[in-house]
């Protein structure tokens, strides 16, 4: 997942930004360790955190989504984000919406 406002800085970049592209999405990908040792309800509360500061109807949205995700993420929320596995959010994600779909880009 990229951070909040990294395409909009892309569009910033002037001229041919190829390279700095590569490296930029390069940069984003990598796991931060620290954050690989948080629990989903730690990184659910940092997410809820960050987004209190939107508009009220954006933030209701917004946290609506954690909200979802708490009650029906049947291994629970105490588990350290490093232990989820990619196929363990498609199966939740396509109960939840319904969608076939793959998150990984090859």
């Known amino acids: 997942m ?20 590569a490296e930029t999405i390069e940069k984003e ?24 500061g939107l508009d009220k109807k954006t933030y209701e949205t917004r946290f609506s989504v954690p909200n979802v995700f708490k009650v029906s993420w049947t291994p629970g929320s105490r588990m350290h984000v490093r232990d989820v596995k990619e196929a363990q959010l498609e199966g939740w994600l396509r109960r939840k919406c319904s969608i076939v779909f793959t998150l990984s880009s090859s």
Request: aromatic fraction near 12%.
């Open 2 to 21: 990229y951070r909040p406002g990294f395409f909009a800085e892309i569009d910033q970049w002037p001229g041919n930004g190829k390279r700095r592209l």
């Open 29 to 52: 990908q990598r796991i931060d360790p620290a954050a690989s040792r948080m629990s989903l309800s730690q990184l659910l509360e940092l997410y809820e955190n960050q987004i209190k």
